[in-house]
């Protein structure tokens, strides 16, 4: 660590900091021995053996599928695809990375993906769950590279009802590599075709297509209550792996188009499960304990009478309301109610046993299964959807898929508490240079710990060390930046 001066550049070591916090919180960042010859016969196997469309593999190569993801991703785990149908409805695919073909079931490198359950994004370094061998090669679905996958079908009516759900193993081809923020302005009319959709009129008309389609199934969702949440998530930006500051990262077209195909995929999946009479692993947001807490703060706040009973749909309504009246405070309240919400987890769904559903999403079926290449309980379905296509015995017990849910679940809470220092920590760095600098301010916390603030531009959260008697949350500050220590992630503020 150097140049402790206001001003100066800062240099702390973020990736020490994010790998240490990977151990502090239960994680193992490095590979095991051994990883290294599970990769050689791998990629041998992937030299001898094209991949051959066998007995019930469908060679959908043919098809204009492309990805859409973040501008940094390298492990693309899915792709879309999709047709309008004679009688006026989109058939949409969705092909998911098959991970499976390559990381068999208790390898090494499965064994290492089971105990860490998920990667990890700390904004300076991304710890993954695979061997980026495979994750940001074998097994993710690159460009112009022949994959083995998992087809998802649905069909989606003008009202948005999504009908005729089946899944398939399939070989694919990305044709497109695309990112989010420039296919959504150019969705919303923002901005010009990105290079790859100007140069080619069929992956344009292909894209609308599939736009039209997600904008269907939204609306079908938000009538049915799914929550309209907005949370502000933060990216750093570096100049030579150096952090100079952070920016917002932005929502749009492109990222609702992705969203509304994953839980229609997700759901697709969940019920093949339920009808095929197969125990799965669920991923579920209880309806929340704490509904009195959220419909007090509906009426403290804004006078609004909420239901006694929890009611997604009308929380909803509520929050459109907040979103059109008080666009600033939104991301706020929306963190609040996903607090009071409680975090998701994973359970073991057995067949014939009602799900707790999604309360956020508004749907009853709800399993993962769109991230293999990063997500531990994907691949688990994977093969227990793989199991039951070859009409063979499923691949795990009961108990088995028991344990590996209260895993991921602990893991996933795990993951999030490094993301959440780490940001804490790279905000810390990217302001100390601006010490002595002042902020609008809105408060977001005030209780026995302190009183905190988040500023508006950048989107940064810290404690009021000075001046904050009499402050509520809600209230708009200007703020003065007085320190930050980024070994402990602390930013303070004086009123």
Request: glycine share 8%; proline share 6%.
């Amino acid at each position: 660590m150097s140049s402790n001066h206001p001003g100066h550049p800062f240099h702390f070591n973020l990736v020490a900091a994010a790998h240490a916090a990977m151990i502090e919180h239960g994680f193992q960042p490095d590979f095991p021995a051994g990883t290294d010859k599970e990769l050689a016969a791998i990629e041998a196997a992937i030299q001898s053996n094209a991949l051959p469309p066998g007995a019930g593999i469908q060679d959908l190569r043919h098809l204009l599928w492309s990805s859409i993801d973040n501008d940094t991703s390298k492990d693309l785990d899915q792709i879309e695809w999709a047709e309008r149908l004679a009688d006026g409805r989109i058939r949409v695919l969705v092909g998911v990375a098959d991970v499976d073909e390559r990381v068999h079931k208790g390898s090494l490198i499965d064994k290492h993906a089971q105990s860490e359950t998920t990667s990890v994004y700390t904004g300076v370094k991304v710890f993954p769950m695979l061997p980026v061998e495979l994750s940001e090669g074998a097994t993710s679905l690159n460009e112009n590279q022949d994959r083995a996958a998992i087809a998802i079908e649905i069909s989606v009516a003008a009202d948005g009802t999504a009908s005729d759900g089946k899944a398939y193993r399939a070989l694919v081809r990305n044709r497109a590599q695309l990112a989010y923020p420039g296919v959504g302005a150019w969705l919303e009319g923002k901005g010009a075709a990105p290079a790859k959709v100007a140069a080619n009129a069929d992956l344009a008309a292909q894209l609308k297509l599939q736009d039209e389609a997600a904008q269907r199934m939204m609306g079908n969702r938000f009538q049915h209550g799914a929550l309209d949440l907005e949370t502000i998530e933060t990216r750093p930006v570096l100049i030579t792996d150096q952090v100079i500051g952070i920016a917002p990262i932005v929502k749009n077209r492109a990222t609702s188009l992705i969203e509304e195909f994953m839980v229609a995929a997700n759901g697709v999946i969940a019920r093949t499960f339920e009808d095929a009479g197969v125990a799965s692993i669920r991923r579920v947001v209880r309806t929340p304990k704490r509904w009195d807490r959220i419909v007090e703060l509906a009426r403290e706040r804004k006078g609004v009478n909420l239901p006694a009973e929890p009611d997604s749909k009308a929380l909803n309504d509520f929050l459109l309301d907040q979103k059109q009246k008080d666009p600033d405070h939104f991301p706020d309240i929306s963190l609040t109610v996903i607090k009071l919400m409680g975090p998701g987890e994973y359970i073991l769904v057995k067949p014939n046993q009602p799900s707790p559903g999604h309360f956020g999403l508004a749907v009853q079926d709800y399993t993962h299964s769109t991230a293999p290449n990063r997500r531990f309980p994907d691949v688990i379905t994977q093969r227990l959807l793989k199991a039951w296509l070859a009409r063979a015995p499923g691949p795990y017990s009961e108990d088995a898929l028991n344990a590996i849910a209260s895993r991921c679940t602990e893991m996933e809470d795990a993951a999030r508490k490094v993301e959440r220092a780490m940001q804490k920590r790279i905000a810390a760095v990217a302001l100390h240079s601006h010490i002595g600098q002042s902020y609008p301010a809105i408060v977001t916390g005030a209780n026995q710990s302190g009183t905190f603030v988040r500023t508006l531009d950048p989107h940064v959260e810290g404690m009021v060390v000075r001046g904050a008697k009499g402050l509520d949350v809600g209230d708009r500050v200007t703020v003065k930046l007085v320190n930050t220590d980024p070994e402990r992630g602390y930013i303070d503020f004086a009123v």
